[in-house]
């Protein structure tokens, strides 16, 4: 028997009615550097996370010490706290439906055997890339992340799903100076695949950007059509829409989506999936952090809200069946309802087209303190650290330190104008390259 | 401990593989945390972790690797890993580091071990407080947090050093929201005491939990004072918050290092008036800070002595780059972090003001408080702060007048030391068992306070 499934009856055995185990185990390379690596760290780190209910009390309580007499230990002690916790009405049972979807393309095994060596030299490359690039420039601040994650769930309903995953993540920061001006360029790339990653595109990119905008100025304040770039407007679906199409939220009243299914939320281009089984998505898994087997879910189709996202706790509530969107941050919190891979689907036209479209307006390249807009109240701000003014269809000066902000749910239904072909991902939240018939810009 | 003879092999295995320095961490941390809210139990979370860092050097290069298994395989691999990766690196050019060889086995004083007290006892202390802060209905949320630690850390290395530390911490924070016709004020705190569960017996929560309630009654009935310069007295809380912040990381080794810091290149130099002495330190009422994660032991650093820069807080990386002795400053959060540099117990020195002395001499003015101060910004490399702080009270003719809520102090750092003209005899320093202080993604806990303060000009704006 397994160490979870051992856990699940030791749970029993000291007087709960319902049991869940899930043990993660991860092994990460870190790699921070800026003129050199500055850090290198290999970690290992495992934990379990137990819950027990006893009756309609639950709890959780977690330990990353995992040999036999901790997970007694821990066993004992979690259904000791959930026999004095007060009852949750709500309350049904734990996930009955465990099992694997058939999504692929969240393991690559080169990712788990790299050596640190040639890690070590990738980074070192980039590094030189930098520096060869112009000598303007200098790397600031990089960070690369290389992990390898094995997940094992289990409860009194079923027996063990296992599942391993591999993850890496990069973000270079790049700083450039001529005389009084200087500017920072920064570029990020996430994926499953060791072969996916190449840090040296990702540095030269992010020194490009730094250079091409050292003489970057505020414009005057203004209302204008806003293209705003793919990877940048999928952060900003992430800050908006994650905790707003949540069955938590909704159900909670805390959702500016709340009660309106079936009804038009946004214009017609606007389709959003929750893409549990997306081949290489970084959130892309055969079950969820329940052992609920992961599933395609379209949230908004064609302007309509469709669906909201569901764990079990909350699906059993609404009386419908889970969409495998269990997630707990880690070992140690209860699983919550929230995205997978969140996706803006693709529209017809390239991002080139979007820009020659644009008589006058800013194209958005990247932003900071998006993560500050609002999804209660739909209020969306960011300010601008790297954009161009559009002037008869072509980018010309660069642009930075404005603030862009507009009413989230008008944009998606009244101003969306255009949707990119140029789908790219933003860790586990995916756009093209979107234009806006215009949102407000505050400069000079 | 069989768990120090395996570190001690690995230690050993560590050597022969031709490392020039190797030291490991071993950490065992347990966390406990209640919280209720309006009288209903919300959360209770418990949480246990363990494991060891291993740190060498090869050939001037750094390699760092951790594992929370402690089986002898894993230790192993964690060892190989460390190694592998500074070698990896090639040639580095840390120059050979001064680590101290320190034998030690201490622990804080604590008397009931709180993780073993009955979580029903705990509960019910902490619902009792939550009860009490409902004196009356304007009072429209409490919540209140009980918090224990439990921490064992052991560091050993190549060069015979062997220091183990314990922690046990104790508190409870609680938070009063109130509304009155003018506004809506919450008000939040906490005491913490590097304690067993006798600290939190010993006190009157229930009285600490309506006080608070009554602070927020009466902030939500105050105006904000006009936006202006006053001449201000700050409040232990409030002075710690701003030294740690505003000062202290400016008088970190590693920005000194960078030369990112505004007191970079200023030792010897008159940064503050004559009455300004600020300490790092290990003290009884702040966190308990005999040894760092390097192993080294906390030596007395006097930052400022009467208005003078007389030095900077260091581990053994920033000490070798800057010529200078380690001031035993070396912190990580938890074994899976490398150690940085970071404050233990900062504050200011007493002198010989009481706190009547320092309020008869202010016409008009206010005294700051930093109960219920809800956070603020620095920038170390300008020296600039802007802090929100708690219900103060405006000063007229040498009284304490009304109260005055939604106080922002704001100022550069270096300026308002100067214009400090009189420093209280008193001394208090508080520290925290629910967060610390964030710097790099490390979280450490730390103290911070000092006497009560007056300043001659502090701009204070309203919200």
């Known amino acids: ?437 215009e949102m407000i810009v505050a400069g000079k | 401990m069989e768990i120090e003879s395996n570190l001690y092999s690995i230690l050993e295995k560590a050597e022969r593989s031709g490392v020039s320095y190797a030291d490991v961490r071993y950490q065992e941390h347990y966390y406990e945390s209640i919280l209720v809210e309006n009288k209903v139990l919300r959360n209770y979370s418990s949480r246990k972790f363990s494991g060891v860092g291993i740190r060498v050097f090869v050939e001037g290069a750094l390699g760092y690797a951790s594992t929370c298994n402690m089986s002898r395989e894993s230790l192993i691999r964690a060892l190989n890993n460390a190694i592998n990766v500074a070698r990896a690196l090639g040639k580095g050019g840390e120059k050979s580091l001064d680590f101290e060889t320190n034998r030690a086995e201490v622990r804080s004083n604590f008397k009931v071990d709180p993780i073993n007290v009955s979580p029903e006892e705990k509960i019910s202390v902490t619902l009792d407080a939550n009860k009490s802060a409902f004196i009356e209905d304007r009072v429209k949320n409490a919540a209140t947090r009980i918090g224990f630690l439990k921490d064992l850390r052991l560091f050993m290395s190549t060069v015979g050093a062997n220091v183990k530390v314990e922690t046990v911490m104790s508190g409870l924070w609680h938070q009063s929201v109130a509304k009155s016709s003018m506004a809506m004020e919450k008000v939040g705190y906490s005491e913490s005491k590097c304690a067993g569960f006798e600290f939190i017996a010993s006190r009157d929560w229930n009285g600490f939990s309506s006080n608070l309630s009554k602070l927020a009654i009466e902030a939500s009935e105050a105006r904000t004072p006009p936006a202006g310069t006053y001449m201000v007295i700050v409040d232990p809380d409030a002075i710690g918050l701003l030294l740690h912040e505003a000062f202290g990381h400016a008088s970190e080794g590693d920005l000194i290092s960078t030369r990112e810091s505004v007191l970079f290149g200023k030792v010897g130099e008159k940064i503050a008036s004559e009455e300004v002495t600020i300490v790092d330190d290990n003290v009884e009422d702040g966190y308990f800070y005999p040894y760092d994660d390097e192993g080294t032991a906390k030596r007395r650093v006097v930052v400022v002595e009467d208005g003078v820069l007389r030095g900077y807080l260091h581990d053994t990386s920033s000490a070798s780059k800057t010529n200078a002795q380690s001031t035993g400053n070396g912190r990580a959060q938890d074994f899976e972090n490398i150690p940085i540099v970071r404050q233990a117990n900062y504050f200011m020195q007493p002198k010989d003001y009481s706190f009547e002395e320092l309020v008869e001499d202010v016409d008009y003015g206010i005294y700051v408080s930093g109960k219920g101060a809800t956070g603020g910004q620095v920038d170390v490399g300008m020296g600039t702060f802007t802090f929100s702080v708690g219900p103060s009270k405006i000063i007229r003719g040498g009284k304490l007048e009304e109260t005055v809520r939604g106080v922002v102090v704001s100022g550069l750092i270096l300026d308002t030391l100067k214009t400090i003209d009189a420093v209280g005899k008193d001394l208090t320093i508080r520290t925290n068992v629910f967060g610390g202080c964030g710097k790099m993604g490390q979280t450490v806990r730390v103290g911070f306070g000092g006497p009560h303060v007056r300043v001659q000009k502090m701009i204070v704006g309203g919200r």
């Not at chain 1, 050199?36 to 639950?58: D, P, Q, T």
């Not at chain 1, 919550?336 to 689907?345: D, V």
Request: aromatic share 8%.
């Open chain 1, 1 to 437: 028997m397994s160490l979870v499934e051992k856990a699940v009856r030791r749970i029993l055995d000291f007087g709960a009615s319902e049991s869940e185990a899930y043990l993660q185990s991860e092994k990460i390379l870190w790699i921070e550097f800026d003129e050199k690596i500055e850090c290198f760290k290999v970690i290992e780190s495992s934990g379990i996370g137990l819950r027990a209910a006893v009756g309609k009390r639950v709890t959780l309580y977690s330990t990353s010490v995992i040999d036999d007499g901790s997970i007694e230990d821990a066993a004992e002690k979690v259904v000791k706290i959930a026999k004095i916790v007060p009852e949750d009405p709500e309350w049904r049972h734990f996930n009955m439906d465990l099992g694997k979807s058939s999504a692929e393309g969240y393991y690559d095994k080169s990712v788990e055997e790299i050596e640190h060596k040639r890690v070590a030299e990738n980074v070192k490359l980039a590094i030189q890339k930098i520096k060869d690039y112009n000598v303007k420039v200098k790397p600031v601040r990089g960070l690369l992340m290389i992990s390898t994650t094995k997940t094992f769930v289990a409860n009194c309903y079923s027996e063990e799903f296992e599942m391993r995953e591999t993850g890496v993540s990069a973000v270079v920061r790049v700083k450039a100076e001529e005389g009084q001006w200087k500017s920072i360029g920064s570029e990020h790339f996430e994926t499953r695949f060791w072969k996916m990653m190449d840090l040296e595109e990702i540095a030269s990119k992010a020194a490009e950007k730094a250079l091409k905008f050292l003489k970057a100025k505020p414009i005057e304040s203004c209302r204008m059509p806003i293209i705003i770039r793919n990877d940048v407007f999928a952060s900003i679906l992430g800050t908006m829409l994650s905790g707003p199409i949540s069955a938590d939220w909704v159900q909670k009243n805390r959702s500016p989506l709340s009660g309106k299914l079936k009804t038009q939320v946004a214009c017609d281009k606007f389709t959003i999936v929750d893409n549990g089984i997306l081949y290489g998505g970084m959130r892309t898994r055969p079950f969820d952090d329940e052992g609920h087997p992961t599933q395609k879910t379209y949230v908004i189709k064609e302007g309509v809200l469709e669906n909201y996202l569901y764990d079990t706790y909350t699906a059993l509530k609404d009386d419908v069946k889970s969409t495998g969107n269990a997630s707990r941050g880690s070992y140690w919190l209860p699983p919550q309802a929230s995205p997978s891979n969140l996706i803006l689907e693709a529209g017809d036209v390239s991002s080139e087209e979007i820009v020659k479209e644009t008589r006058r307006g800013l194209l958005v390249e990247d932003v900071i303190g998006e993560w500050l807009s609002n999804p209660v109240s739909g209020n969306v701000n960011a300010t601008v650290t790297h954009a161009y003014l559009i002037e008869d269809g072509e980018p010309t000066t660069p642009v930075k330190g404005v603030t862009v902000s507009g009413d989230f749910y008008k944009m998606i239904l009244e101003d969306l104008e255009m949707v990119g072909k140029d789908v790219r991902n933003n860790n586990q939240y995916h756009s093209p390259t979107v234009k806006f018939r």
